[in-house]
């Protein structure tokens, strides 16, 4: 009996190390470019052989050798479905579209450069005029307009969300989806696994998508024990496009936390801002939901390249818009690119606000150099974050920051989820992007830029609503934090090539 334990601890021992060997391999054939994270994972699987491996197949493994080498297939097969001859019949679409293409205002300098370097950093990407855009404050505003929208819908309806709550305001939309369903109107819903695991566990999606043939229901990427590592690359996107002619676009998911108190708990309210769409750029909205139906269906490109998801664009207002959908197989590092463009562009001042500050290094860095060159930098995150890790992270980034001359200011009273970017009163950005390690290079993430008309100055007048409802961090209070609380934020900070 005694042999055949040591037989069976032989194998265990020798099977652990094949394994840790492999998973080794695996770090430095992936991970060079990131050396502390590769040097971090590389001493969690050495020290801790089985959960360091169990924890690398979950949270480590990542990017385009991955889910990542599946979507870029599939943008290339969509790519290349668009010059197949079944686009014929919607070519007078692409032909009028392309007359919304614009460069930018030739006498500011400033807009000209930014547009020479995204078009530089991001060819696939188009600036398209004639788009009317309309901020939405927190889900008082944004859902009844969604509502609204939805109930006028006649053809098509495609909703796309990181969440989605099995509460009052998940049940009221997805009734409102089945209704319209059952009148002749295509829905289509893609939700993220890992965002929306409440509503799966309690069934929420299964309840409606076994009733009705025009309502389909699926998740972005399908995970399971083979594939752990998928939980890492996650669609953190907020889209609704009806009919190809309107969309909303931002940070607001679908959840009872994103409208008053009345409704949902006033300690897990949540403040967001979201965006009302009308306009050419619509239909770069409406591409970005289908090439990401076409993944999670597995279904070809030619079956949803069809006149009644690409109606003709028209003129709709004075805001030029550059859509901007970001994920490893597509466009990917794109959301960082244009915080870099940011960064490096900017000749009076850059505004940002994000629930989650934790970017590496190099971005922390070029945002004291843009300081240095005597451009504003205005840093709002959340007082109190949902995520206590995150803020003790970000506040480990406090004393670089400051004293490289950003100013930072935290958000009082709610959460703010609120995401956006403001340079210069010239350009804006906003969507589903943080400013952070895992919108930069993990998550599949959609934004948008804009420059000219109303909305910059709404984006503008927003931010100075926030400042106002914050309060400046000085550095002498960085300074004066107690041992235990730098212990803390140090040992947080470890966690930023994986938050």
């Not at 668009?82 to 007359?99: G, W």
């Not at 000085?474 to 470890?494: A, D, P, T």
Request: proline share 4%; aromatic share 12%; net charge neutral.
């Amino acid at each position: 009996m005694e042999y055949f334990d040591d037989i069976s601890l032989i194998v265990f021992t020798a099977a652990e190390i094949i394994i840790q060997f492999v998973v080794i391999i695996h770090i430095l054939l992936t991970k060079h470019e990131e050396s502390a994270s590769a040097i971090l994972w590389l001493l969690v699987v050495l020290f801790f052989p089985v959960f360091g491996v169990v924890m690398y197949l979950i949270f480590g493994i990542n990017r385009v050798n991955t889910l990542g080498i599946s979507i870029k297939l599939a943008n290339e097969q969509m790519n290349a479905h668009k010059n197949e001859p079944f686009r014929n019949k919607l070519a007078h679409y692409f032909e009028e579209q392309h007359k919304f293409i614009t460069r930018g205002d030739k006498t500011n300098w400033g807009t000209v450069c930014y547009n020479r370097t995204i078009d530089r950093l991001l060819p696939e990407t188009l600036p398209l005029r004639g788009n009317n855009l309309e901020l939405l404050k927190d889900g008082n505003m944004a859902y009844p307009r969604m509502i609204e929208t939805m109930e006028k819908a006649r053809k098509n309806i495609h909703l796309q969300s990181f969440i989605i709550m099995n509460d009052q305001i998940g049940t009221e939309i997805f009734d409102i989806l089945e209704r319209k369903a059952e009148q002749g109107v295509n829905v289509k819903v893609l939700y993220d696994r890992f965002g929306s695991g409440q509503a799966i566990f309690t069934h929420f999606f299964r309840k409606y998508s076994k009733r009705i043939p025009n309502l389909r229901i699926l998740p972005f990427a399908r995970v399971n024990l083979f594939t752990p590592w998928r939980i890492q690359l996650r669609n953190h996107r907020k889209l609704l496009v009806v009919d190809g002619e309107t969309a909303f676009i931002g940070g607001i998911n679908i959840s009872s936390e994103n409208v008053t108190p009345s409704v949902a708990l006033k300690d897990k309210y949540i403040h967001d801002l979201h965006c009302k769409v009308e306009g050419p750029c619509v239909g770069y909205l409406q591409l970005s939901f289908l090439r990401d139906w076409c993944y999670a269906a597995n279904i070809r490109p030619s079956s949803v390249f069809i006149e009644e998801h690409f109606p003709m664009p028209e003129e709709k207002g004075e805001a030029v818009v550059r859509v901007i959908d970001s994920g490893p197989g597509h466009n990917y590092e794109a959301s960082e690119k244009v915080f870099f463009t940011a960064a490096s562009t900017a000749k009076k001042y850059v505004w940002i606000m994000t629930p989650y500050f934790v970017p590496d290094i190099s971005f922390i860095k070029a945002l004291c150099m843009t300081a240095a060159r005597d451009v504003e930098v205005r840093l709002i995150v959340p007082k109190k974050n949902n995520h206590w890790y995150v803020q003790y992270a970000t506040q480990s980034l406090y004393q670089t920051l400051l004293s490289g001359g950003v100013r930072i200011f935290e958000k009082k009273g709610s959460f703010s989820h609120a995401k956006a970017m403001i340079v210069d009163g010239e350009w804006g950005f906003m969507g589903s992007s943080n400013c952070d390690v895992r919108s930069f290079r993990l998550n599949y993430e959609l934004d948008f830029v804009v420059s000219t008309g109303e909305f910059l100055g709404d984006l503008h007048a927003q931010f100075e609503e926030e400042l106002s409802e914050s309060e400046e961090v000085s550095l002498n209070r960085v300074y004066n934090k107690k041992l235990n609380l730098q212990l803390i934020e140090n040992l947080c900070s470890l966690l930023i090539p994986v938050l």
